[in-house]
């Protein structure tokens, strides 16, 4: 056996199935490259589904890591600690925003949106107890834990695992009279992701984010933006709602607020929304950690600089163009996405989306598909066009074979 066949051999004697990675080990990572137990290099065209915007290892992430590992990296919220303030402060400068209540994965901030919007219904809009709604998308993907899939419509995701939370309808992605129709006195709430990206990069019809935005501040519903994969950098804005001029009430936030380094997620929005919680009725021991704040800091500094949300906007281009050529030739039916984001159709004939990132790995690229015959594309913002004008040709050079 070699020793990836070794290593792979032991995950899967000791780890509950509950993922299927491509039989690749990783060992050491730099920039959009990884390279294997093996020695093998390969381009990572997936960047941890956008957790790794700034690239493996980079170095102004790990200097802010390494600085505040030698300090103190946890206190616990029983504690202030020197850099929360600070994290805090200036992240919601980032979003437009007044409060940041801190956690660590992404469900764990959606859970923490759910909490908000139903005790603001509750204390602020004046729903009666226990009927709180929140309205979301067909094929959406916010996480995994017993109350998010019960609102998913995946059934990898949502079989075997109920009873169901209930409190949420279901409406078609992108059908702004499908929600307006939705919407009752009940509703504290509309939860969407202004781009689906596990169900393929979906990009919703111009001007639907701009009216779900009129239509929650007309009906008095808070509007949750999802920005966990599509914020931060992807799409060539710092959020995926500044492609329609739109402010959310609230932005749940995740993966890249890590950097790619240690798990940072929050929720940000106003005084009057996050200010109904007292304390003792939500918290997390690791949520706001000082490294995390560390860390966080030096990606919210680095999206200040406009560099990344810029090479999103001109790889991006570059991409799509690229991939748009692919359309119509009998090997891939569609492409979709925006910025440095895309989500590729392969037609069934050519292969399953699994088959073609197995082909893909075989010629040095990783990338990961979804719902059958989709493979995603989200390399690090930090590649260089002609690292990406390879990955693009080694695509090619699959689908042709």
């Not at 299927?20 to 990572?44: M, N």
């Not at 918290?283 to 966080?296: D, E, I, K, R, Y």
């Not at 990338?367 to 695509?395: C, F, M, N, Y």
Request: aromatic share 6%.
């Amino acid at each position: 056996m070699t020793s990836t066949e070794r290593s792979i051999a032991a995950a899967e004697a000791h780890s509950a199935h509950n993922y299927h990675p491509l039989p690749v080990v990783v060992a050491t990572a730099e920039g959009a490259w990884v390279t294997d137990i093996e020695g093998r290099r390969y381009l990572d065209m997936l960047a941890g589904y956008s957790a790794l915007n700034f690239g493996h290892g980079n170095r102004r992430l790990l200097d802010a890591a390494k600085a505040q590992l030698e300090r103190v990296t946890l206190t616990s919220r029983a504690f202030h600690h020197d850099r929360f303030a600070d994290f805090c402060t200036q992240l919601a400068e980032l979003c437009g925003m007044e409060l940041v209540l801190p956690m660590n994965t992404g469900a764990e901030a959606v859970e923490t949106a759910v909490k908000t919007a139903r005790k603001w219904g509750y204390k602020i809009k004046g729903v009666p107890d226990g009927r709180a709604k929140i309205i979301v998308a067909d094929n959406n993907f916010h996480g995994r834990t017993t109350t998010i899939v019960s609102f998913s419509t995946d059934p990898e995701a949502r079989a075997d695992f109920g009873p169901y939370t209930p409190g949420f309808e279901i409406v078609p992605y992108g059908d702004l009279a499908a929600l307006e129709a939705a919407v009752d006195a009940d509703t504290v709430a509309v939860l969407l992701e202004p781009i689906q990206g596990e169900a393929g990069v979906l990009v919703p019809p111009p001007g639907y984010l701009a009216g779900v935005r009129e239509l929650t501040r007309r009906r008095n519903v808070l509007f949750i933006a999802d920005e966990i994969q599509s914020g931060l950098g992807r799409t060539g804005r710092t959020f995926a709602c500044e492609h329609e001029d739109v402010v959310p009430d609230m932005y749940v936030l995740g993966k890249a607020l890590g950097g790619g380094v240690v798990p940072v997620s929050a929720v940000v929005s106003s005084r009057e929304v996050l200010g109904v919680f007292a304390p003792g009725e939500h918290g997390s021991t690791f949520g706001g950690n000082p490294l995390a704040c560390a860390v966080a800091l030096e990606v919210i500094a680095m999206l200040r600089t406009g560099e990344f949300q810029q090479q999103a906007v001109e790889l991006g281009e570059h991409l799509h163009s690229e991939l748009g050529l692919l359309v119509g030739g009998g090997t891939v039916d569609a492409v979709r996405g925006r910025g440095l984001w895309a989500g590729v159709d392969i037609n069934p004939s050519r292969g399953t989306g699994r088959e073609i990132s197995e082909q893909l790995m075989a010629r040095g690229v990783l990338v990961k598909d979804t719902h059958g015959s989709t493979i995603r594309l989200a390399p690090p913002l930090v590649i260089s066009k002609e690292d990406l004008d390879w990955g693009l040709d080694q695509l090619r050079g699959v689908l042709e074979g």
